[in-house]
């Protein structure tokens, strides 16, 4: 009866903004902070006014989390509906790293979607794994460059977008100018392989400059140009939609580069932000964003699209030192914590939604989600009944979008790539670990670089081996509570023991 209810709430929900299902836009950055939009943070020292746009036109999310606080897990979280320590899988692919993470016969978004008739695109970077093949027919699962060596270019590449739901792809297989493969993927193939080693000295020099590694590239890589090349990619794929099937609801996933390091603007935003060349690749994601809400205005088909923009983590370290000491500038701010940690800095995400007709203008919604939630709520969306072997860690935010501002989750979940995990309910967060759970921040000599200089943490508990916090008293993070409070942390430790061994955090009855 419940799934009855469920179809028939989808397809209502359909009929009353007409006969077309609604088409989706989600815009995914790469270590995108919350302090790097100025809706988000008063004090960020570039402007994003393509972002602050989307958001006085739509939803802001204010308490919105990424699966993990890396891209491999998350974007396997974000397309599954499931989180990724689950597999489980540590750490991050590179080069020809692989298998695909994304399990034979389980659904993704991109399939589900696919199944009600939508037309399924990604444009930039995939990073969940695929397999190469060497000139034996030998599958390559291995990262680094001598992998990459191996691969066999005249074959195709098995487990990447165009395997699990897909129609079109074009991208690249992880980080575009950082990990060791600097080739373009058409579908299933490399049309133009790499056929030289990069030679890093031509490339720009500044404090954004690094964790580009000396990889093969292709002739027609061009590091400064990657997103521009994507973003054709993506208008082109609105345009040729809007003239040949207008009728056809669509879900395109444009899957940037910006604003993961190394920072290489393209030359149409070079120098615009007097910021450094991250305030200016700040800048050209914000530029993009607003590239492609244009070409939606101008094929006229804004009025029946969702729009999402948000990250798949936090701001990486090295970004964030710097632009603090150059520029005064936090990506990361008002949290503790950046990429790779289980602080709030690691995984609290920017996420902006523009649903015409359905979702409020400029509403602001302060209810815990995670990015694993799209799953089970564009499945209400378009009435797909979710089968419980899908999505398990996936809540219907669907109330939210339409402009509710009351609690949807029970609770919440988040991983780092070590696969340390913590658990959040209410204003109450528990980390299942000591430490950040991700970057080191004890080694002889280090910096803290994960709070600004000027903040005191109270270690009050130091020889625990958890951490319990009140985000509603201390949204930094700077007092741990967890001897304070045995019985809320015995609460919430016995409560993520529970999901961890049942296989799903959603409920079975969604």
């Not at 897990?73 to 499931?82: A, D, F, H, N």
């Not at 509403?363 to 009944?385: K, N, Q, Y």
């Not at 939210?400 to 989750?409: E, H, I, Q, S, T």
Request: aromatic residues 10%; proline residues 7%.
């Amino acid at each position: 009866m419940k799934s009855l209810v469920r179809i028939f709430m989808g397809l209502s929900l359909v009929s009353c903004l007409g006969a077309a299902p609604p088409n989706i836009l989600l815009i995914f950055a790469d270590d995108l902070g919350f302090g790097d939009i100025s809706c988000y943070n008063p004090e960020a020292k570039i402007e994003t006014p393509h972002l602050d746009r989307l958001a006085g036109e739509g939803l802001r999310f204010t308490d919105a989390h990424s699966p993990s606080t890396v891209c491999t897990p998350s974007r396997y979280s974000l397309l599954t509906g499931r989180m990724a320590f689950r597999i489980p899988y540590r750490g991050v692919f590179t080069g020809a790293g692989g298998p695909c993470l994304i399990e034979e016969g389980r659904l993704t978004l991109p399939e589900m979607l696919r199944e009600k008739g939508y037309r399924t695109a990604l444009f930039g970077k995939w990073h969940i794994g695929m397999t190469f093949f060497d000139k034996d027919g030998k599958p390559i699962h291995k990262d680094g460059l001598e992998p990459v060596k191996r691969i066999d270019y005249s074959r195709a590449i098995e487990g990447g977008p165009v395997s699990h739901g897909f129609d079109e792809f074009f991208g690249t297989a992880c980080c575009p100018t950082t990990d060791w493969l600097y080739a373009f993927i058409d579908g299933d193939r490399i049309p133009v392989p790499p056929t030289k080693l990069l030679d890093r000295s031509t490339l720009p020099e500044h404090p954004w400059s690094f964790d580009c590694r000396e990889g093969l590239i292709a002739p027609d890589f061009d590091m400064e140009e990657i997103d521009e090349i994507f973003l054709g990619k993506s208008i082109g794929f609105l345009e040729s939609h809007a003239k040949e099937k207008p009728d056809q609801p669509f879900f395109l996933m444009h899957s940037t580069q910006a604003v993961h390091l190394p920072s290489f603007p393209s030359k149409r935003f070079q120098g615009t932000t007097g910021k450094g060349a991250h305030g200016d690749f700040i800048a050209q994601f914000d530029g993009h964003v607003g590239d492609l809400m244009k070409a939606l205005d101008r094929l006229e088909l804004a009025k029946n699209t969702i729009v999402i923009v948000t990250s798949d983590n936090g701001p990486e370290v090295g970004t964030v030192i710097h632009m603090r000491d150059l520029h005064d500038h936090d990506g990361a701010r008002p949290w503790r914590g950046v990429k790779r940690d289980n602080w709030e800095g690691g995984h609290r995400v920017p996420m902006l939604v523009r649903w015409p007709g359905v979702s409020p203008a400029g509403r602001t919604i302060r209810e815990t989600v995670c990015l694993t939630d799209l799953f089970a709520t564009l499945a209400e969306v378009t009435g797909f009944e979710l089968p419980e072997t899908a999505g398990e860690d996936s809540v219907s935010v669907l109330p939210l979008l339409k402009g509710r501002d009351a609690p949807v989750r029970e609770f919440t979940l988040h991983q780092t790539w070590s696969l340390d995990l913590a658990i959040r309910r209410g204003p109450w967060k528990y980390l299942d670990h000591k430490g950040s759970g991700g970057n080191r921040y004890d080694r002889k000599g280090s910096k803290n670089w994960s709070i600004p200089e000027d903040w005191i943490i109270e270690d009050t508990a130091p020889d625990t081996p958890g951490q319990l916090y009140d985000l509603a008293t201390d949204p930094g993070e700077t007092v741990n509570l967890v001897e304070r409070y045995p019985e809320r942390v015995a609460e919430l430790k016995k409560l993520l023991d529970e999901t961890r061994g049942s296989g799903r955090s959603a409920p079975t009855d969604r």
